[in-house]
């Protein structure tokens, strides 16, 4: 008697066991989840960015392309800058340095 107690006690606990399993594998835990953080809408991209100098707010030129920090550029006047700020479409760049051309020009040419 002993013996059917115990295998009966089994079955039940077996039934159970399968029943817990195919209930967890069923139901969704979304409490169990990680939250995601929402998508951030990608930056507006305008039709021309204008690239001022950050100290003088003086134009140094109009791009038909995005402008992002870390870009570079060689004025006019043969300065180098460097974009340190985007705003909408306003990019501040900082001074660099003076750059003589003339040294990169070979022999022979102009």
């Known amino acids: 008697m002993s013996r059917q107690r115990l295998a009966k006690l089994a ?4 039934v159970v066991t399968l029943i817990g399993v195919a209930i967890t594998y069923q139901v969704p835990f979304s409490w169990l989840t990680v939250q995601q953080k929402p998508e951030q809408a990608p930056p507006k991209v305008y039709d021309y960015y204008v690239v001022v100098d950050e100290n003088t707010n003086e134009v140094l ?3 038909p392309i995005v ?3 870390g870009d570079e550029l ?3 006047q ?4 460097k ?8 990019g501040y760049a900082r001074f660099v340095e003076d750059l003589n051309l003339e040294l990169y020009k070979k022999d022979g040419r102009n």
């Open 67 to 69: 402008v992002n920090v």
């Open 83 to 90: 974009i340190v700020k985007v705003e909408e479409n306003y």
């Open 78 to 81: 043969n300065k180098r800058y």
């Open 61 to 63: 030129m109009y791009v």
């Open 11 to 14: 079955g039940i606990f077996a």
């Open 74 to 76: 060689v004025s006019e």
